[in-house]
């Protein structure tokens, strides 16, 4: 028998033996995690799921069964699905945002270049004037081509 008790045999008011399922997942520091558990699922149940499980998932199944428990508590409708459905609304939104901006850039973007393109051509390509037959390739800063 272990000189403390795990907080599930302190909540049954039993011996804590040294094989107590419970004991490595409900510490007796933390008691209101395994009255959460208790409250929702019942110590039987929860204990049969530890025992059915694997020993390397027990650990994980205790803390979603006392994550599902507390959101089970502090919302009875919806539970931890409600925050799931919450998560999902704030990723979509938050996906919707960033599409909105990604089209805002791309629309920037594009402006620029056109821009940019207009003023590289308003001041630096050539013009071609035909002086007997053969272009001719000037400056738009060549003024006396520009009365020809």
Known sequence: MNSTRCAACKHLRRRCPSTCIFSPYFPSNNPRRFQYVH???????????????????????????YYEA?????????????????????IHNVQCQLAGIQAEIAALSTQSQNEDNQYQQTLIAPT????????????????????D
């Open 39 to 65: 409250k929702i699922y019942g110590a039987s149940n929860v204990g049969k799921i530890l025992k059915d499980l694997p020993e390397n998932y027990r650990a994980e199944a205790a803390n979603s069964l």
């Open 70 to 90: 507390y959101c089970r508590i502090k919302d009875p409708v919806y539970g931890c699905v409600g925050i799931i459905t919450i998560l999902h609304q704030q």
């Open 128 to 147: 071609l004037i035909q002086q007997n037959g053969v272009p001719n390739y000037t400056s738009y800063y060549d003024i006396p081509t520009w009365f």
